[in-house]
């Protein structure tokens, strides 16, 4: 099991910028940042291979970025220009099989999420 622990939302105005933390209990193979906002589905936002793989899902190419640091278990999310459609719970998750890059493939394993809060 893998216990994740999120950090890093809060509120700030259109174009401005956060960063995301997730620390987890152990390593994995893949990890990433779902989001989820009131009344809408979780969707997809970035995931990342042990070894630095990425993919993002189109409406945040370009303004966000997604990194880890296997040595302390933590995964990062790095957002700028934030929008707010971006408004939103931000969860991390992750898994013990490899990244299924093009699926959004739920998470085997997930944090309590960590709200942003976009204002225009």
């Known amino acids: 099991q893998v216990q994740l622990v999120e950090s890093g939302g809060g509120s700030v105005q259109a174009g401005g910028s956060l960063r995301l933390s997730c620390e987890a209990s152990?390593?994995?193979?893949?990890m990433g940042w779902f989001r989820q906002a009131p009344g809408k589905a979780r969707e997809g936002v970035a995931v990342i291979t042990r070894f630095g793989t990425s993919t993002y899902a189109e409406f945040v190419k370009n303004r966000f970025a997604i990194s880890r640091d296997n040595a302390k278990n933590t995964l990062y999310l790095q957002m700028s220009n934030l929008k707010p459609a971006d408004t939103a719970m931000y969860y991390c998750?992750?898994?013990?099989?490899?990244?299924?890059?093009?699926?959004?493939?739920?998470?085997?394993?997930w944090g309590q999420g960590t709200q942003v809060t976009v204002s225009s």
């Open positions: 998750g992750a898994d013990f099989r490899d990244c299924a890059f093009g699926s959004w493939r739920a998470f085997d394993y």
């Open positions: 152990a390593s994995s193979r893949c």
